[in-house]
């Protein structure tokens, strides 16, 4: 009980973060995996760090023209001094998502071609911004590039938060529309449903829910918890809220508890979580076997 006080007083948008970090990427990954397009999560990661390393060059000096718009000081404004990795790491995201989109019926490219060029494509700009970015270390990079739930502050969280609110309020307003697209696209077209329209809308979202994901947490905790409890939710699952809720669940629940153990056991946070969602992914699929 005194460490869980000591986390809350030392760590709470950490702790708060990490729920709402979980259940974003468990709801997207419904989506994605009934989709059959787990490879999208893992180029869209890799894109959004692409995109945080491209930040590093200060190419474009997005922070100090937005400081002249509103007249502020970006070192000592939180929002504005790290505007730019949160930017770009949606940027790159974005552009993953629009060529991604254009592969739906297309007869001469396969959407796992397309895919695994995007995602080694965007490991090879990652390495090429960090070798050339003139601000700082590689390994201080590497380090701010890996994401770590234990750095989500103020205004991190309510980013998730506010990111999290929009994306649910979207597919809740336009669930017919994005349910028969992912789930049952033979449907869509029946009801003269713009799959394209609507499906580009969906990977939209979900880009723009794993790029800042990605971009606080990491990577690695941004597309395991885009699959893990997806899996685990459609195993247990019988009826599609089902699956959204024991996903959604097992998102929200499992990286604070690993923030614990990471905390007692001296673990770094990100992939304590990991291996936690996936200890209780193993031990769904186990009793799943055993049980039925």
Not at 226 to 240: N, V
Request: aromatic fraction near 16%.
């Amino acid at each position: 009980m005194e460490v869980i006080h000591q986390l809350f007083e030392i760590f709470p948008y950490a702790v708060l973060g990490s729920i709402i970090a979980g259940f974003i990427c468990a709801f997207l990954g419904v989506f994605v995996v009934s989709q059959r397009a787990v490879f999208l999560g893992a180029s869209l990661t890799q894109a959004s760090v692409a995109g945080v390393a491209f930040s590093f060059l200060h190419l474009i000096n997005l922070e100090g023209y937005l400081a002249k718009i509103f007249n502020v000081d970006i070192e000592h404004n939180t929002f504005f001094h790290n505007f730019e990795p949160a930017f770009f790491s949606l940027a790159f995201a974005i552009i993953c998502v629009l060529i991604f989109s254009q592969t739906y019926r297309q007869k001469y490219l396969t959407q796992d071609g397309v895919l695994g060029t995007m995602f080694v494509i965007a490991i090879a700009l990652r390495i090429i911004f960090i070798q050339k970015s003139p601000v700082a270390e590689v390994s201080e990079i590497e380090s701010i590039l890996k994401g770590d739930i234990l750095f989500i502050g103020a205004t991190q969280f309510y980013t998730l938060l506010a990111i999290t609110i929009i994306t649910f309020l979207v597919f809740l307003i336009f669930q017919k529309q994005l349910k028969f697209v992912t789930f049952d696209p033979d449907t869509a077209m029946a009801h003269g449903i713009n799959s394209r329209f609507w499906l580009l809308i969906f990977y939209l979202f979900v880009g723009m829910g794993i790029s800042l994901t990605t971009r606080f947490v990491g990577d690695v905790f941004a597309f395991a918890y885009l699959i893990i409890p997806s899996s685990i939710g459609i195993l247990l699952g019988k009826k599609i809220s089902q699956v959204f809720f024991i996903s959604a669940l097992v998102g929200s629940v499992v990286p604070p508890i690993s923030i614990y153990f990471a905390f007692i056991l001296d673990f770094s946070s990100g992939p304590t979580a990991v291996a936690l969602v996936f200890i209780v992914f193993l031990i769904t699929y186990l009793a799943k076997k055993i049980f039925t």
